[in-house]
């Protein structure tokens, strides 16, 4: 069965700290991987997808992701955070099984403090 | 536009009460979705529709009914709930394609579901 997992549940950061959330997933066809954002009292938003070719993709709000195949791995960095990055972000994994279905991780907290 | 619109925002229901959740969305999209989502937890998928037709239900308990009248529309009724089922209700939507690369998933904002 497919999983996501999120190596961290809460991480609290600096401004302008750097940061890197760990995401690996276990599916062995071909899938899609995002990385949505959820901040406090709205909804999910889509913050970079990777689908193929170049594994190191850019999101919004100066996010990154790395896709390395050989470690069923997507994760997120950012260079330097925001006290606005302040949010909780689902690591999902997309595949079709005769539909496509959304996996996604725990989830990440990450706060920012100013 | 890439909105997909959910009504009510908020909803408190008795265990007894039969409800409907809302999902809309004109971004031309085939496919649409439920998920639910409980507090600190992720979303988890409930049903799928795909042309108008359920592809995927995630056994979820007969008292969650998905309908999906037409392209534009989905449709969640409830009915007898349970307090357990309290969460956030999240609808989506997405191109249905043979190709992995175009399904991707817009979220509405939710409905807050409490059942008393």
């Known amino acids: 069965a497919q999983s996501v997992s999120q190596h961290n549940h809460h991480v609290i950061l600096s401004e302008a700290a750097s940061l890197e959330l760990g995401c690996n997933y276990s599916?062995?066809?071909?899938?899609?991987l995002f990385w949505y954002v959820q901040y406090p009292g709205q909804h999910l938003q889509l913050l970079l997808k990777?689908?193929?070719?170049?594994?190191l993709v850019k999101g919004i709000k100066g996010f990154e992701a790395e896709f390395i195949k050989s470690k069923f791995s997507f994760n997120l960095r950012k260079p330097s955070v925001q006290w606005s990055d302040t949010a909780e972000y689902f690591c999902?994994?997309?595949?079709?099984?005769?539909?496509?279905?959304?996996?996604f991780g725990a989830g990440t907290r990450l706060f920012v403090k100013a | 536009d890439t909105e997909v619109t959910q009504t009510p925002k908020h909803l408190v229901m008795g265990m007894t009460n039969k409800k409907s959740l809302k999902c809309e969305q004109h971004?031309?999209?085939?496919?649409m979705y439920w998920y639910k989502q409980k507090a600190k937890k992720p979303p988890e998928l409930m049903f799928v529709?795909?042309?108008?037709?359920?592809?995927i239900n995630e056994s979820v308990p007969s008292r969650f009914s998905p309908e999906c009248p037409n392209s534009s529309l989905l449709n969640l009724h409830l009915h007898a709930l349970q307090p357990e089922d309290s969460a956030l209700y999240l609808c989506?939507?997405?191109?249905?394609?043979?190709?992995?690369?175009?399904?991707?998933?817009?979220f509405g904002a939710g409905t807050r579901l409490s059942v008393l």
């Open positions: 989506a939507s997405s191109q249905p394609t043979d190709s992995v690369a175009k399904n991707i998933q817009y």
């Open positions: 599916y062995g066809g071909t899938v899609n």
């Open positions: 990777y689908f193929s070719g170049d594994p």
């Open positions: 999902a994994v997309n595949a079709y099984t005769g539909g496509f279905k959304t996996i």
């Open positions: 971004m031309g999209h085939r496919a």
């Open positions: 529709y795909s042309y108008e037709k359920l592809s």
